[in-house]
């Protein structure tokens, strides 16, 4: 048994790639005879609200996905993750970062040596003296809080790709407006949550390490990894809502049932011929190995929206 997770950002509609990999991780843990929690990561305050969470939630109960327990949001776990820090702090690998973004894009663009990977933070402000911080605070930067990484590198395994070796740099931990940061949170709820699998989106692998190393310093339990292929649209990158017809209520408006998208997506991961299907249709015969490989490409009769009442 592996209780798992689906943790969306109530920012928009769920497109299908979003509900693909929320039925994978729906099927990794029932398949188990675990449990499936759903955490809504809204720290974005901007551009999270209510009805959106709503509408995500409406579309995943359509599809015929459940959740166990009460929807948990990370806008009211700010405690949770301030102790976390606080932990961190006392033990010296927490330190205040005064650089921009853009600074940061030009130091990872810069020539550097072996030791710092391309997109990795260099650690500009990891050994600054004290009175050079009092200078930029003076100059009105309010500092983010980043951690003091152990390792450079990490390797974890991982269902589906088989291991994930990737970069540890020092991670943000608090944003420079006070907001607690993802790595940081996801790896403070999933922990709290007794998260066993994450599945998730193969464009996070790359996070997977520096979040095994943020939860062995914070002495968390460790979780196990799956990343899925993407979804890609007709021009190989990623599906965005440009690409048509992308939403579950775009398909509806398509003539495609909540029934007929559950089938096309179990398809798309190996599970089903491609028919109508309900999860629970699926659970039996889950095999997390048929999984393809490399990311879906839907026909592009299913991103393009048709009029249901054409003969």
């Known amino acids: 048994m592996a209780t798992g997770r689906f943790a969306p950002s109530p920012t928009g509609d769920l497109h299908l790639g979003n509900l693909r990999t929320a039925l994978a991780a729906w099927l990794f843990a029932r398949s188990s005879g675990g449990s499936f929690v759903l955490r809504m990561e809204d720290l974005d305050r901007l551009q999270s609200s209510p009805e959106r969470e709503a509408s995500q939630e409406r579309d995943l109960a359509a599809l015929g996905l459940d959740w166990d327990g009460e929807v948990v949001r990370q806008s009211e776990r700010f405690d949770r993750y301030e102790a976390a820090i606080a932990e961190l702090a006392a033990r010296d690998l927490v330190y205040p970062c005064y650089c921009t973004r853009r600074e940061i894009r030009e130091a990872a663009s810069a020539p550097h040596g072996p030791e710092v990977p391309d997109g990795a933070y260099p650690g500009t402000c990891r050994s600054l003296d004290p009175a050079r911080r009092r200078e930029l605070e003076a100059a009105g930067r309010p500092p983010a809080l980043r951690l003091r990484a152990q390792v450079a590198e990490l390797t974890v395994p991982d269902a589906l790709l088989g291991s994930i070796t990737a970069a540890v740099d020092d991670v943000v931990l608090r944003r420079n407006d006070g907001t607690p940061a993802y790595n ?10 007794g998260i066993e699998q994450v599945v ?47 939403t579950l209520a775009d398909q509806a408006a398509a003539g495609r049932s909540a029934a007929e998208v559950c089938g096309l997506l179990a398809a798309s991961l190996g599970q089903s011929p491609g028919g109508p299907a309900r999860p629970g249709d699926l659970v039996t015969g889950f095999d997390s190995r048929r999984i393809p490989p490399e990311p879906w490409r839907p026909a592009a009769a299913v991103l393009a929206p048709t009029d249901p009442c054409d003969p």
Not at 185 to 193: E, I, K, P, T, Y
Not at 210 to 221: E, I, P
């Open 184 to 193: 940081l949170a996801v790896v403070v709820d999933d922990a709290a949550q």
């Open 200 to 246: 998730r989106g193969d464009d996070l692998a790359s996070s997977a390490p520096r979040q095994r190393h943020l939860a062995d310093l914070l002495g968390l339990a460790p979780v196990a990894y799956a990343h899925v292929p993407l979804v890609l649209g007709p021009g190989g990158q990623r599906l965005a809502k440009r690409d048509g017809a992308t």
